[in-house]
């Protein structure tokens, strides 16, 4: 038994959220038409801003690591690797600001 409701709240809140981790409105819209695929919008959602988050602090770990050893290339990859594969706006701009921070002179 779902318990879960798919009020125009809900909805609202899908769809302003949908947009912040790379998730088009027309998707959203689409998932928004009926409760188990907003369930799963939901999840998507949280996956992509889980995941993306967890894979920005391994890399700013390692990254941070590496500038104390002195390898600024290294240090310059891990944020690289990141935007390779980062689909989530806000987690791109933070990684392309370490980034920038790594190419102005110390």
Known sequence: MNLWKLTADVRELLRRTAPTVAISNAEAERALSH??????????IRRRADDGTRRLMQALDAMYRLLKKGDIGGARQQMQDVLA??????LREL????????DEPS
Do not use: C, N, W
Not at 35 to 44: D, N, R
Not at 85 to 90: A, C, S, T
Not at 95 to 102: D, F, G, R, V
């Open 35 to 44: 409760t188990g695929s907003a369930i799963e919008l939901l999840q998507q």
């Open 85 to 90: 594969v980062e689909v989530v706006p806000h």
């Open 95 to 102: 990684a392309e600001s370490e980034l920038e921070k790594l």
